[in-house]
């Protein structure tokens, strides 16, 4: 099955911060999808990436597929309480199974 | 409003006892999906359903037990099997085919073992 090991497990940064999250994926990734959860709520997707070296923003948020296909990045600029929630990675698994990172807990201090 | 509705929000179980989670769409969404979270952690697949009468297994589906009766509805049995059921479970629904960002995500049931 496929594995998505997210980087950091938790950070806690402080108001105006940049921060980057990492998705490292054991097997090509063709569809690399960044969503955000509120604590103990549904998640909110962010944006998906599919071709290696593709770059997206939204706001002040902007994920990266490497040219390997095989990690994603997230990075976050000027960093602000809204922020704060659990960032999860997912991505396409044979069949029709989805499989989503371990999660990184962003806290956001003001 | 169309959406996907989980209840309850939170649930107590004594061990030994099975527990039944609700997770009801009204978005003509043909495939529904459970997922388990942990602490810290990501989700992880129990089951998924494509259509009615119709469901598979998933990474952890030992001690769950889910049933498609209805198109709409996807309940998630956690039986006295499932040796450590106290998680946040989340279920989501979606058209045939979608991928996975058009996923809708139910606001989740946190079960505790007590």
């Known amino acids: 099955s496929q594995e998505l090991e997210q980087s950091p497990q938790s950070l806690i940064v402080q108001e105006g911060k940049n921060l980057t999250i990492n998705c490292t994926s054991s097997?090509?990734?063709?569809?690399l999808y960044w969503y955000k959860q509120k604590y103990g709520e549904g998640l909110i997707f962010l944006m998906m990436?599919?071709?290696?070296?593709e770059e997206k923003s939204h706001e002040k948020i902007t994920a990266k597929l490497d040219e390997k296909k095989q990690q994603s990045s997230l990075h976050i600029t000027a960093s602000q309480p809204s922020h704060a929630g659990i960032y999860l990675c997912?991505?396409?698994?044979?069949?029709?199974?989805?499989?989503f990172g371990t999660g990184t807990s962003l806290t956001v201090i003001p | 409003d169309g959406g996907i509705t989980q209840s309850p929000k939170y649930l107590f179980r004594k061990e030994g006892q099975n527990v039944t989670l609700s997770c009801e769409q009204n978005?003509?969404?043909?495939?529904m999906y459970w997922y388990r979270q942990d602490p810290g952690q990501g989700l992880r697949l129990i089951y998924y359903s494509q259509i009615v009468n119709d469901f598979q297994k998933g990474d952890i589906a030992e001690g769950y037990s889910v049933s498609r009766e209805k198109k709409e509805s996807f309940p998630l049995t956690v039986t006295s099997a499932q040796k450590n059921p106290t998680a946040f479970y989340l279920c989501?629904?979606?058209?045939?085919?979608?991928?996975?960002?058009?996923?809708?995500f139910g606001s989740g049931t946190r079960l505790t073992v007590v």
């Open positions: 997912g991505a396409d698994g044979t069949g029709n199974q989805f499989y």
């Open positions: 989501a629904s979606s058209m045939f085919g979608q991928t996975p960002m058009d996923y809708t």
């Open positions: 978005l003509n969404h043909d495939a």
């Open positions: 990436l599919q071709k290696g070296g």
């Open positions: 097997k090509t990734l063709y569809g």
